[in-house]
């Protein structure tokens, strides 16, 4: 037999090995593996432990409200106004918990500056249209119909906002407002007073601890 087909034949032989090799690998990594597709999956939205100066009243899984649903991702925090003057953070976290209702927010901002985490950090709140699967909410309360915040809330919103763009890695960029996503007048004074919002992102950006 001439030198060149034994070299020929030895190569397909170790080729044949070799993918034998494979197979029976990737079907041991299939059969053997407790989550074989975990690398190919978008990883998991991590349940972040909040401050203690976040009183934890998480409403019930009941639909609308609160279905359960894992965020897709972070990559924006949307700020909303309760569109109800007068009214508590309880209040408002109150309603979100009612079977009737189909909204919430991942927090409600009160008007003496408490905040309320109603939903999960790794779940979808329904506050925020289709950002809802990528976003987290903040719905705060004011005193009047002009929609601005007292400073009590205002100072609370600051703190908050600036503990998740670092616990998320996110920069006041990130932060925006209902009525950038759709078009609603919401948070209302912010939308009609675009120096407040400006002025907002400013101290956000200047309580962060990059
Ligand atoms: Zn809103």
Redesign the pocket.
């Known amino acids: 037999m001439p030198e060149a087909d034994m070299r020929n034949r030895l190569l397909l032989r170790i080729a044949g090995i070799a993918l034998f090799l494979a197979i029976v690998g990737l079907g041991g990594y299939l059969l053997l593996s407790p989550d074989p597709f975990a690398a190919l999956r978008r990883p998991e939205v991590p349940a972040v432990e909040v401050p203690d100066w976040v009183d934890v009243q998480l409403i019930p899984v009941d639909g609308a409200s609160r279905r359960g649903e894992k965020l897709d991702a972070v990559n924006d925090i949307v700020i ?2 309760v569109g109800n003057p007068g009214t508590s953070a309880k209040n408002n976290r109150s309603y979100f918990a009612n079977p009737d209702s189909e909204v919430s927010a991942h927090f409600v901002v009160g008007l003496e500056g408490e905040v309320i985490l109603c939903v999960p950090l790794d779940e979808k709140s329904s ?2 249209n289709w950002r809802n699967r990528d976003t987290i909410s903040i ?1 705060v309360c004011h005193p009047d119909e002009t929609g601005a915040f007292t400073d009590a809330a205002y100072d609370a919103l600051v703190r908050l906002t600036a503990w998740l763009c670092d616990e998320y890695g996110l920069t006041a960029r990130h932060v925006i407002r ?1 009525y950038d996503i759709t078009g ?1 007048l ?2 209302l004074y912010y939308v009609e007073h675009e120096d407040a919002w400006e002025a907002f992102h400013a101290d956000v950006e200047a309580q962060r601890n990059p």
Request: hydrophobic share 10%; proline share 11%.
């Open positions: 909303h106004y506050a925020s719905e209902h609603k919401c948070p």
